[in-house]
C-alpha cells in the first residue's frame, strides 16, 4: 500500500468508528473478507422491490416485524483503496427465522412487510447502507440452530466474487453455529458487524480482492 493510499484508508477507518484501535483495526481491515458457502436459501423468486430498505415493501403500507437495524459500512481492496460500484447482493431470514423461499419448510411465518432480499451499490469511496430486521435464528435440525446471520455476495468486474455471511456480536449462539466456529478468532472478527453509539445501528467494512491484470 502507497503512504498516501494507507494514510486515508486509516483516516477512513478513523472517520467511521474504532477509536483507539487504529493500528490493529487497519492491519485487520487488509486482510480479505473471509468467505463463507452459500447456503440453501439464495432468493429465487423474483421480486421488483430489491432496495436497500429492506423493512418496507413497496406497496404496502406495513412494516417488518422485529427489531430495525442499519448496517453501514465501506468496500475497500486488499490494498486500502475504496471501490465503487460494487454490487451487494444480500439475503437473510426474517425476525422469526423464515427464510421466504420455497425450500425453507419451517414452520415460522413469512412476514409480508419484509423485503427479505436487496441488491445495492456502493458509492462514493465504497460506502454502503442498509435498513433490515435483526435476522432471526433458525433450525437445522433438533439439535442445532443457525445464529443470526445476513448473507451477502459482492462482486464487481475486476474483482474476485465473494460469498460470505456477516454475523453479529456477542450473540450467544454464535458459538455454538457449526460454521461460525470453525473460523479462527480473527476470521470471526471479519465477520462480525460492530457495534456504533447509536442503538440499533453497526458497522461492517468489507475487503475484496482485486484481480492482477
Ligand atoms: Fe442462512
Redesign the pocket.
Known sequence: MSHNSRRHFIKNLAAGTLAGAFASAAQAQTMLTPREME?P?YPITPQKDQDADLTRVAGKSGVAQGTHIEIAGQVFDHEGNTVEGVTLDLWQ?NAFGKYHHPHDTCEAPIDEHFQAWAIIQSGEQGRFRFKTVFPGAYPLNANSQ?TP?I?LKVSKLGYDTLLTQLYFPDHPLNHKDGLFKRKSAQEQALMTVKRTKRENHYLFNLVIQKIPL
Do not use: L, N, S
Open positions: 447456503g436459501y431470514a443457525r446471520h448473507h
